[in-house]
Each structure stands twice: as C-alpha cells, then as structure tokens.
C-alpha cells in the first residue's frame, strides 16, 4: 500500500537549468496538488489536476513554471531556466476526488546555486 | 494574504501535559478544516479534520474544536508525548473546493 512518492527527494540545479519533479499519486487517486514551502513559511498552494487536467493552477508562477498529470505516469512539475528564490521543499498530494483528504508525499528538495 | 495563521511559532510542553495549538482563519468561506503534523525531511502527515458543521472531533489523544464565530480552531493533544514533537500545520479550505490553504506552522516540542 505505497503512498505518495517523489523523486528525486534532493535537487541541485545552477542557475538558468531546468527542475523536473515528479509524483506518483496513492493507488486510486486521480487528484493531484502541488505545494511549495520556502524556508521558514507554510505550505503554499501552486496547482491542481487532474488525469490530463489542470483544474487550477492560480497558485502557479506565471513564468518558468508547468505542471502535467498525463493519463500513464507521474504528473510533472517543471521549472525551467531556475533562479535561487526557486530553492524550496515542493510538496505533492494526492486525493480520491474532490474534497477528499489529501495526502502527501515526502518532498522534493530543490536547491539551486 | 494570509488567510490562515498560526500566530503561535512554537510551544514547548512537559510529556504527559496538554497541548493546545491554535490557528485563525480569515475567509468566511471556509468550510472545512484540516490538522497537518510534519517531521523533519518528511511530507506532511494528515492528523485530523473538522467540517463546519460541527464544533468538535476527537480521534485518540487529539481533539480539534471550532469556533466559526470567531474564525478560530485549536488542537488539543491529552497527553502529550514525546512523539508528537514535530510542525503542526492547520489547513482550511471550502468544501469541495481544493483550494486549500495553510498556516506557517507551529513547532511542537515536547519535553521528557
């Protein structure tokens, strides 16, 4: 009964690279959020899909930043040509369905030099 | 905007004493309402939840309470142990509207 899994758990990336994160949501579920938590602050909402679906993406950067949830395989979270404010914990969850709990995978830790 | 705070960084507790943690919401469109418990290098972990239909839960030791007049809710854990050491984060979001949003954390110590 896996949970959420994501890889890597630990990013180093230069300047002007590109950052893919993945997800794989808990067996079942076919909603997925994804969070970002700078240093010493909460857990801020970036975007939500579903199977092939962005549902809503209000929390995402409007440049740099896109997220997929193809039908087979992990959803993505892509940032391209990365700056040090990137550098974060980026948390996913998954849930059922809209309204349910979600749940969390263990992060990935972005660190960009 | 913080819609959400937990105004409170950290709370030390002596083992076997209550916690209580607090939390305050803004948006009166709140609906639901969600205790997160987080260890270090880890995701955070569901603990506990509360629809705004009621004004208490208890699950165990954990107890969420809700004041929706004054867009406030607390956890308390009975007693304490030396596990629940960790950031607590309190969520909220209106029903069946994902958009979830989440307080700073508080770091819960507590003390053998």
């Known amino acids: 009964n896996a949970g959420v899994m994501q890889n890597p758990r630990h990013l180093v990336r230069r300047r002007g690279q590109e950052a893919r994160l993945r997800c794989s949501p808990m067996k079942g579920h076919s909603h997925v959020y994804w969070y970002r938590q700078l240093p010493e602050e909460g857990l801020k909402f970036m975007v939500y899909?579903?199977?092939?679906?962005?549902?809503?993406e209000s929390g995402m950067p409007k440049e740099r930043f896109s997220a997929e949830f193809p039908k087979e395989g992990p959803s993505i979270l892509r940032i391209q040509q990365v700056v040090r404010g990137d550098s974060a914990a980026y948390f996913c969850a998954s849930a059922r369905g809209t309204g349910e709990t979600q749940y969390f995978g263990p992060g990935t830790r972005l660190l960009v030099l | 905007d913080q819609q959400v705070k937990q105004n409170s960084p950290s709370l030390s507790v002596q083992e076997g004493r209550i916690s209580i943690l607090n939390c305050d919401y803004t948006?009166?469109?709140?609906?639901?309402f969600l205790w997160y418990k987080k260890y270090p290098a880890e995701g955070p972990t569901f603990l506990i939840s509360?629809?705004?239909?009621?004004d208490k839960n208890e699950d165990g030791r954990f107890t969420v309470f809700l004041n929706k007049s004054a867009k406030h809710l607390s956890l308390h854990i009975v007693p304490s142990q030396p596990g629940d050491s960790a950031v607590y984060f309190c969520?909220?979001?209106?029903?069946?509207?994902?958009?979830?949003?989440f307080g700073a954390g508080t770091r819960l110590t507590v003390k053998p």
């Open positions: 899909l579903q199977k092939e679906n962005i549902i809503d």
């Open positions: 948006n009166s469109m709140f609906d639901y």
């Open positions: 509360i629809s705004s239909i009621k």
């Open positions: 969520a909220a979001s209106p029903y069946n509207n994902n958009d979830m949003r």
